[in-house]
């Protein structure tokens, strides 16, 4: 099967095309043909052994060990990098039930990755965690693999926000795969959300409902904060502003600031349920930047690498 390799860490180009063996599935995993992945922030990260923020010695050694005691020393352990992929079940194994031939399926991988390549096996173990599901009949395979990063994580950040009718809510990078279903997710559950993002992306997050919005490029953005019930920074340490740093003391008495770099995500059996109910009913909608096909996957990994994509870059298999 066509696949891409992650040679070592490093730029876009350590990326390479490759044909691998196909994928034989045992008795406990299900076999889905992809369709489309997508490239994610952590899949850069991954890629390009990059930690997040700026920390000093020797928090910064300790951080490099256990990133290489995680995910391989010299080069990601599985090549085949990517966490989120789309695509139709080829096979299912005695022991699923859950799953057949020809559903429609969606996932984020944990551990195991292996997206960017045509097929990947999911074990029962993964299925059980929460990593994969039927893909909403209202979107396409584009979208599922857009969505469900971005979607995944904002369900796993806010769930303890108390977000709801009369609450303030702050999104510091609304217009990332994080933000915008973190704005979509808090305008469903009746928030005033106020949308943090570049001039470039007011259109963006003023069509996704936010109901104010302040441009962290401008002099004056400070001024315009007001007192949050929760605070979200969808964009992590890497990425700050004068204005993120006074967003910490915007948070109202009894309020909460999170950041989607605040401890590791551990995907939920619930989560994609979660997503998939608000895919269904409308309140989540995918937000695609730009899709490339697999063979251009280092064009694609330059572009996220800049770090100014709106929404998800799509990955067509
Ligand atoms: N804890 C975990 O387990 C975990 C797992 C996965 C990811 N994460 C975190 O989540 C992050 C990825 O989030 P994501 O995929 O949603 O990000 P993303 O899509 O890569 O973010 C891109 C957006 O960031 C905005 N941006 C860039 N610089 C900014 C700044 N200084 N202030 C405000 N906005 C800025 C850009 O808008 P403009 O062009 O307008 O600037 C762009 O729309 C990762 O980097 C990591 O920190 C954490």
Same mark, same amino acid.
């Given at each position: 099967? %066509? &696949?891409?390799i992650c040679?070592k860490y490093?730029?876009?180009?350590?990326?390479?095309?490759?044909?691998?063996? %196909?994928?034989?599935?045992?008795?406990?995993?299900?076999?889905? #043909?992809? /369709?489309?992945?997508?490239?994610? &922030?952590? =899949?850069?990260?991954i890629r390009?052994f990059?930690?997040?923020?700026?920390?000093?010695?020797?928090?910064?050694?300790?951080?490099?060990?256990?990133?290489?005691?995680?995910l391989g020393?010299?080069k990601p352990r599985n090549p085949i990098i990517?966490?989120?992929?789309?695509?139709?079940?080829?096979?299912?194994?005695?022991?699923?039930?859950?799953?057949?031939?020809?559903?429609?399926?969606?996932?984020?991988?944990?551990? @195991?990755r292996?997206?960017?390549?045509?097929?990947?096996?999911?074990?029962?173990?993964?299925?059980?965690?929460?990593?994969?599901?039927?893909?909403?009949?209202?979107?396409?395979?584009?979208? &599922?693999?857009?969505?469900?990063?971005?979607?995944?994580?904002?369900?796993?950040?806010?769930?303890?926000?108390?977000?709801? @009718?009369?609450?303030?809510?702050?999104?510091?990078?609304?217009?990332?795969?994080?933000?915008?279903?973190?704005?979509?997710?808090?305008? /469903?559950?009746? &928030?005033?959300?106020?949308?943090?993002?570049? @001039?470039?992306?007011?259109?963006?997050?003023?069509?996704?409902?936010?109901? #104010?919005?302040? =441009?962290?490029?401008?002099?004056?953005? *400070?001024?315009?904060?007001?007192?949050? =019930?929760?605070?979200?920074?969808?964009?992590?340490?890497?990425?700050?502003? %004068?204005?993120?740093?006074?967003?910490?003391?915007?948070?109202?008495?009894?309020? %909460?600031?999170?950041?989607?770099?605040?401890?590791?995500?551990?995907?939920?059996?619930?989560?994609?349920?979660?997503?998939?109910?608000? *895919?269904?009913?409308? /309140?989540?909608?995918?937000?695609?930047?730009? =899709?490339?096909?697999?063979?251009?996957?280092?064009?694609?990994?330059?572009?996220?690498? #800049?770090? /100014?994509?709106?929404?998800?870059?799509?990955?067509?298999?």
């Amino acid at each position: 099967m %066509k &696949a891409i390799i992650c040679t070592k860490y490093g730029p876009p180009e350590v990326l390479q095309h490759n044909e691998v063996e %196909k994928p034989i599935p045992k008795d406990n995993e299900v076999l889905v #043909k992809i /369709h489309a992945t997508a490239v994610t &922030a952590s =899949d850069c990260v991954i890629r390009g052994f990059k930690m997040p923020g700026n920390p000093s010695f020797p928090k910064k050694q300790i951080m490099e060990l256990m990133m290489r005691l995680f995910l391989g020393i010299s080069k990601p352990r599985n090549p085949i990098i990517g966490l989120v992929f789309s695509g139709v079940v080829e096979s299912a194994g005695k022991d699923i039930n859950q799953f057949k031939k020809g559903n429609r399926v969606y996932g984020f991988t944990g551990i @195991s990755r292996g997206t960017y390549a045509e097929f990947k096996c999911v074990s029962a173990k993964e299925v059980a965690q929460g990593e994969l599901a039927i893909i909403p009949d209202n979107i396409s395979h584009n979208e &599922a693999a857009a969505v469900v990063y971005g979607g995944v994580l904002a369900i796993h950040f806010m769930k303890d926000g108390d977000i709801q @009718s009369g609450k303030k809510v702050l999104i510091y990078g609304a217009s990332g795969a994080i933000g915008t279903v973190a704005l979509q997710l808090s305008k /469903h559950l009746g &928030a005033e959300v106020t949308a943090i993002c570049s @001039s470039s992306n007011i259109a963006l997050v003023k069509s996704l409902g936010a109901d #104010k919005v302040i =441009d962290y490029t401008k002099d004056d953005s *400070i001024n315009q904060l007001e007192c949050y =019930d929760f605070i979200l920074d969808a964009v992590g340490e890497n990425k700050s502003s %004068k204005l993120k740093i006074q967003c910490k003391k915007a948070i109202g008495e009894n309020g %909460k600031y999170v950041s989607v770099d605040d401890g590791f995500l551990k995907i939920q059996p619930h989560y994609l349920v979660k997503l998939n109910e608000l *895919i269904e009913a409308g /309140h989540v909608k995918a937000v695609i930047d730009r =899709d490339y096909p697999l063979e251009e996957i280092v064009e694609a990994h330059k572009y996220v690498d #800049k770090g /100014h994509k709106k929404g998800n870059v799509v990955i067509t298999v």
